[in-house]
Structures are given as structure tokens and as C-alpha cells.
């Protein structure tokens, strides 16, 4: 097995817990189960992974109760996402699992079952649809997400997106750990977000800052730590330098039960580093560059 899969399971199990991945007794061979369905697939993996893709071999349950051709359903997604997902060199399993669990959260049926129910029809048509969570809470924002970065078993993820005003930027916070269980469970969601609005004319509002122009703008800035000491702060750094606004950044970090020291904080600019410039808000190796 290479290293690179021992570090990739190990993390995966470190965000999902144990029952998400089983060795079999053969060399490479994994049964995943998706995370809230009761479905399991066989995955395969070469001796050369990352550098060759894993294989999906079939299903290895489909749970009771489960309509026909559930079970190859679910594993013609998944192949499909796998070959989104997989690039050479790089792992994707935390990939294929994020984007196969969305895929089936939100299918409201199977294009298998076409069957019209006239009963159901009936009932339904004139009543409105019911308020969800979903609706409550607002759209879902547009992330550009890092790549997961694993340390002695601590798993670190980044992701940001563009917010205009501190009220935007704390929905989207809200929105993400409302809907997403594995970010809702991380052990720390630092944040941080730098914004620029023009003031209205007339505006009482102390003014932050004025260009040369004289184009009269308030300014916005605020982090949140998240029981991680400082991180916060250091993120908003990072903004500050790299001359990021408009921008909302989440570092996600999984325990993996080895205390990093001050490398957890490397890591943390490293990876947030990574979705700035990844996103287009900065340009690499630049830092001062002004983001967009």
C-alpha cells in the first residue's frame, strides 16, 4: 500500500470515523459506504496509486428495502464521478465521496422509477411546497475549495467565496454548517473575510477608508478564531497582505489526535494560500497583488 493512500484513509476515517472505509483481506481492496445511504461499493486500488485510478469493482449492499437497480444506479454514479474526479498524481477519494454523497442527496427520485402515481398527483398539486431547511437558511454559496492536506493524521481543508457585505458572509457560514454534516463535525472552522462597499452619499457612517480618487468607501474586516488561539487573526493576516477583499475564507481542520505545535499555523496560510490564488483572488507568489 503506499503511503500516500495510508495517509488519504487515515484521513477520510479521521472526518467520516471508521465505519466509512473496511479493509478486505486482499491487497487494495476497500469497501466504502457512502455516508447517509445504505449503500456500499468495492473499490480497488493499484499498487501505483495516486498515479493510476482506483477501479469500482460493484456494489457490496444496497440495504433493504431498496427499489430495482438502485444498486447499479449507484455505481454507474459513481464511476461517472470517478472519472471527474480522479487526475494522476493526485488523490480523490475525500472527491468521489463529497460528490457522490451530494449527487444522491439530491436526487428527489431515480430516473429509473418514471412510474406517475395519479393518487399522489391529486393529493400534491395545489398545495404549496413545504419550507426547508434549505430555504430557510438561503442559497448555497459558490466555493472554490484547496486541496485536503494531511498532517500526522490531522486532516486541513480551505475554502472561500465571494461575499459583499458582513451579512453575506456570516449567512454563507451558517448555510455551510446547516448543510454540510462532515464541516458541521471538523474541530475547527476559522474564518475570516475583509470587505469594500462605496458609502452612500450623504452617509454618517464613519468612512474607513478613501482612495486617491476620493471614492469614499467603508470598509469591513472580522475573523473568528474557533477555539483555534489566534488562527483567526493570522488568516486575516494573510488577507491583509496578499490585499484579498470581497472574499470570505473557511480553514477547516479534523483532529487526528497528534498535537502539530505552530505547524498547524503554516499550514492553515498554506492551504488558504492555495484557494486565494485558486480562485483568482490573488495571484500566486504575488502577495500585495490587489484581488478582484
Request: charge should be negative; hydrophobic fraction near 35%; include cysteine.
Amino acid at each position: 500500500m503506499s503511503e500516500d493512500l495510508i495517509n488519504e484513509v487515515e484521513a477520510i476515517v479521521s472526518i467520516y470515523g471508521g465505519y466509512i472505509l473496511t479493509r478486505t483481506n486482499k491487497e487494495g481492496l476497500y469497501i466504502l459506504s457512502i455516508p447517509s445511504h445504505h449503500v456500499s461499493l468495492r473499490l480497488c486500488f493499484p499498487s501505483t496509486y495516486p498515479d493510476a485510478p482506483p477501479e469500482i469493482l460493484g456494489t457490496e449492499s444496497v440495504g433493504e428495502g431498496a427499489r430495482k437497480g438502485y444498486g447499479s444506479h449507484v455505481l454507474q454514479l459513481a464511476r461517472d464521478v470517478l472519472g471527474r474526479v480522479w487526475q494522476e498524481g493526485e488523490v480523490c477519494l475525500f472527491d468521489l465521496i463529497e460528490e457522490l454523497e451530494t449527487l444522491l442527496d439530491g436526487e428527489e427520485e431515480s430516473p429509473l422509477d418514471t412510474t406517475i402515481h395519479p393518487d399522489e398527483t391529486t393529493e400534491t398539486e395545489n398545495q404549496r411546497p413545504a419550507v426547508t431547511p434549505d430555504d430557510a437558511i438561503g442559497s448555497e454559496p459558490i466555493w472554490t475549495l484547496s486541496a485536503p492536506f494531511t498532517e500526522k493524521k490531522s486532516l486541513f481543508i480551505a475554502r472561500a467565496c465571494a461575499v459583499s457585505s458582513p451579512t453575506e458572509a456570516q449567512s454563507n457560514i451558517t448555510h455551510l454548517l446547516a448543510t454540510d454534516k462532515k464541516m458541521a463535525k471538523a474541530t475547527h472552522n476559522i474564518t475570516a473575510y475583509r470587505i469594500r462597499t462605496p458609502a452612500p452619499p450623504h452617509s454618517t457612517t464613519t468612512i474607513l477608508a478613501q482612495s486617491a480618487s476620493s471614492t469614499r468607501e467603508i470598509t469591513y474586516q472580522d475573523c473568528n478564531n474557533d477555539g483555534e488561539t489566534a488562527a483567526g487573526g493570522r488568516l486575516l493576516h494573510l488577507m491583509q497582505v496578499m490585499d484579498v477583499w470581497g472574499v470570505l475564507i473557511v480553514v477547516s481542520r479534523w483532529y487526528g489526535g497528534v498535537k502539530l505545535g505552530p505547524d498547524r499555523f503554516r499550514i492553515i496560510s498554506a492551504v488558504a494560500r492555495e484557494v486565494l490564488v485558486e480562485g483568482g483572488w490573488a495571484a500566486e507568489g504575488k502577495e500585495g497583488k490587489k484581488g478582484r
